[in-house]
Each structure stands twice: as structure tokens, then as C-alpha cells.
């Protein structure tokens, strides 16, 4: 793991002050991973992640103590374009939920490209996307581990192209960061079902914009509060591998 400040955010422009924690150390830790990829563990995927003798208990004490904080624990990826993609733990009372914001140091606001709590908003990532995030970003944020970085954007992730080799990188992540035994067919069942937004379809517009036809999604031009034609732009243009 690393910790690099110069990338961790004392602010993020556009957003709420935070404050923001680098907290590293919870990407080492089973049960942070169980509580973040909650939301993605519908039908089949829940019964593998879970199973019959899972520790509720110790879950549930975890999950408190982290939504009990006072401040935000935030997750920084780098981008090979300079942009960043921040994944952060909003841990207000009666509204908390982790917030999925890409930005630049010369953009005047972040954008919130998806949300995930009780009023989920997304796909925010296609699988291309969200894979070239995880596997090339260079040095500097708050891990060098390409494991922890996509499972920390999965959430994120609707996409019904996600190609066959999806399965084995999922995979190999879930291996490498929960230890899950039969990580194929837990990787797979949480491709199928690709969490609350489920699998989006991705197209590209004129001028080479990545949209998707997602519902809930910020990055569907069609939904009234997709962001705007020159920000879908940006943002498009910052996620391209």
C-alpha cells in the first residue's frame, strides 16, 4: 500500500468539504470488502459473497464503526490522462452513502459520475473503462494494488459488453483481496447482475462521447439530470483508455 498526500484530497471543488481520512489500511481488511461490494451482491452473487455460516455479527460491528466516523474515508485513483477518480465514504448520519467523483486540478468542480446508497445513481463506468482505471494508473494514489482499485470501482460498473476475460480479472480480485475460494463463479454471478443499476448499454455519440442507456446514470444524455453535453465531453474524454 501507499499513501501519497500530494494525491489524497484536502478538498474536492464542486463537492462537500469532507473532511477526507486516507485510510489505506481498510483495503486490507475482509470485511470492508464484504460492506463495499454490498450493494453489487444480488440474487446468486449474495448466496456466493455470504454463505449459510456468515459472521453477521462482526459485520455488522464493522460497518458501524466505519459509518460512525466523524470524518470521510477517501480513496484516490490515478489516471494516466492526470485525471483522478476519488471513491468517497460520506459518513453523514441519515444520509450516508459512497460517492464515485472523477476530476482534474484544472476543472473547476468534480463530477459525480455515480452514488451508491439508498438512492443509487449510476452506471457510472464501462467495464473498458473501469478496467484501464484499475490496471494503469500510475504511482501515487492511495494504493499501488490493481485488485483494490477495481473493487473499489465496481460498484460503479454497468455494462452488458463486458467482455468473457471480465470474469477472470474479477476473479483474480476477489482472490487476491477477500480470499473468496471459488472465485469464478461469485466473479461471474456479480457480472450478471451488476448491482442496483444493473448492465447498462454502452454507445458512443458524435464527437467520440461514451453514453450509456442507464436509468439512474448521469452519463445518459436522455435523463434529466445527465450532466451537460460539454461535461459528458470531459468526462468521457478523461475515462478513454
Given at each position: 500500500m501507499t499513501n501519497a498526500a500530494d494525491l489524497h484530497p484536502d478538498r474536492i471543488p464542486g463537492y462537500h468539504d469532507g473532511p477526507f481520512a486516507r485510510r489505506p489500511e481498510l483495503l486490507d481488511q475482509r470485511l470492508f470488502w464484504h460492506g463495499h461490494l454490498y450493494s453489487c451482491t444480488q440474487g446468486n452473487a449474495g448466496r456466493l459473497l455470504w454463505g449459510a455460516e456468515y459472521a453477521w455479527a462482526e459485520h455488522r460491528n464493522f460497518q458501524r464503526r466505519l459509518w460512525e466516523r466523524g470524518d470521510w474515508?477517501?480513496?484516490?485513483?490515478?489516471?494516466?490522462?492526470?485525471?483522478?477518480?476519488?471513491?468517497?465514504?460520506?459518513?453523514?448520519?441519515?444520509?450516508?452513502?459512497?460517492?464515485?467523483?472523477?476530476?482534474?486540478?484544472?476543472?473547476?468542480?468534480?463530477?459525480?459520475?455515480?452514488?451508491?446508497?439508498?438512492?443509487?445513481?449510476?452506471?457510472?463506468?464501462?467495464?473498458?473503462?473501469?478496467?484501464?482505471?484499475?490496471?494503469?494508473?500510475?504511482?501515487?494514489?492511495?494504493?499501488?494494488?490493481?485488485?483494490?482499485?477495481?473493487?473499489?470501482?465496481?460498484?460503479a460498473l454497468g455494462d452488458n459488453a463486458a467482455p468473457k476475460q471480465a470474469v477472470y480479472r474479477l476473479a483474480a480480485a476477489l482472490s487476491a483481496r477477500l480470499g473468496v475460494k471459488a472465485p469464478q463463479p461469485l466473479a461471474a454471478a456479480l457480472l450478471e447482475s451488476q448491482g442496483p443499476s444493473g448492465p447498462a448499454h454502452w454507445a458512443t455519440a458524435p464527437g467520440g462521447v461514451r453514453i450509456n442507456n442507464g436509468k439512474y446514470s448521469f452519463r445518459n444524455p436522455a435523463n434529466d439530470f445527465a450532466l451537460a453535453d460539454d461535461r459528458l465531453a470531459r468526462v468521457s474524454a478523461a475515462l478513454t483508455p
Amino acid at each position: 500500500m501507499t499513501n501519497a498526500a500530494d494525491l489524497h484530497p484536502d478538498r474536492i471543488p464542486g463537492y462537500h468539504d469532507g473532511p477526507f481520512a486516507r485510510r489505506p489500511e481498510l483495503l486490507d481488511q475482509r470485511l470492508f470488502w464484504h460492506g463495499h461490494l454490498y450493494s453489487c451482491t444480488q440474487g446468486n452473487a449474495g448466496r456466493l459473497l455470504w454463505g449459510a455460516e456468515y459472521a453477521w455479527a462482526e459485520h455488522r460491528n464493522f460497518q458501524r464503526r466505519l459509518w460512525e466516523r466523524g470524518d470521510w474515508p477517501a480513496f484516490t485513483i490515478p489516471l494516466a490522462t492526470g485525471h483522478r477518480l476519488h471513491v468517497v465514504y460520506r459518513t453523514i448520519e441519515d444520509e450516508a452513502g459512497v460517492d464515485y467523483l472523477l476530476h482534474h486540478p484544472n476543472w473547476d468542480q468534480a463530477e459525480l459520475i455515480a452514488r451508491d446508497d439508498g438512492h443509487f445513481m449510476g452506471p457510472g463506468l464501462s467495464w473498458t473503462e473501469l478496467v484501464a482505471a484499475a490496471d494503469d494508473a500510475p504511482p501515487g494514489g492511495t494504493t499501488a494494488d490493481p485488485h483494490a482499485n477495481l473493487l473499489l470501482l465496481l460498484p460503479a460498473l454497468g455494462d452488458n459488453a463486458a467482455p468473457k476475460q471480465a470474469v477472470y480479472r474479477l476473479a483474480a480480485a476477489l482472490s487476491a483481496r477477500l480470499g473468496v475460494k471459488a472465485p469464478q463463479p461469485l466473479a461471474a454471478a456479480l457480472l450478471e447482475s451488476q448491482g442496483p443499476s444493473g448492465p447498462a448499454h454502452w454507445a458512443t455519440a458524435p464527437g467520440g462521447v461514451r453514453i450509456n442507456n442507464g436509468k439512474y446514470s448521469f452519463r445518459n444524455p436522455a435523463n434529466d439530470f445527465a450532466l451537460a453535453d460539454d461535461r459528458l465531453a470531459r468526462v468521457s474524454a478523461a475515462l478513454t483508455p
